[in-house]
Each structure stands twice: as structure tokens, then as C-alpha cells.
């Protein structure tokens, strides 16, 4: 899946590359289980910082980010 997004300064048009980092929202379950749910991705800049487009707020405040998983 391609991901587009738009750099804040607006220097450059819409990116059409994979995401660096993917946001995810984890909730504590019952009996050591946690649920994870994509809740919007990052882009490394070039000075080192990241862009981060959330789709989606959670509401415990706490988000993750992780590597994408390898294409098979």
C-alpha cells in the first residue's frame, strides 16, 4: 500500500513513498493480551525529524511507533 502526504512547509508536492514508521494505539486487555490499532504513520525528514500524519487520536494519549513489517 503507498501512502501519500504533504510536508508542512509545502516545498514539496504529494510523496508517494512507504512510510518509515507506522503509529499504532495499544490498549491493555484482559489476561496479559494487548490490542493494537494503526492509528497513522511517519516520514524521517532529512535533517532527522519525522512527519507524522495521524488518522486517529487515542484517547489514553499513548502512541507507539515501530518499523514497518517487511513485504513478503
Do not use: C
Not at 14 to 33: C, F, M, T, Y
Not at 48 to 71: D, N
Amino acid at each position: 500500500m503507498t501512502e501519500n502526504t504533504r510536508t508542512d512547509d509545502g516545498d514539496k508536492a504529494v510523496r508517494n513513498r512507504r512510510p518509515s514508521l507506522i503509529a499504532w494505539q495499544v490498549r491493555d486487555g484482559k489476561d496479559d493480551e494487548s490490542y493494537w490499532d494503526r492509528v497513522g504513520v511517519a516520514w524521517q525528514n532529512r535533517d532527522g525529524g519525522f512527519t507524522v500524519q495521524l488518522h486517529a487520536v487515542p484517547l489514553s494519549g499513548r502512541i507507539v511507533l515501530r518499523k514497518p513489517e517487511p513485504r513478503g
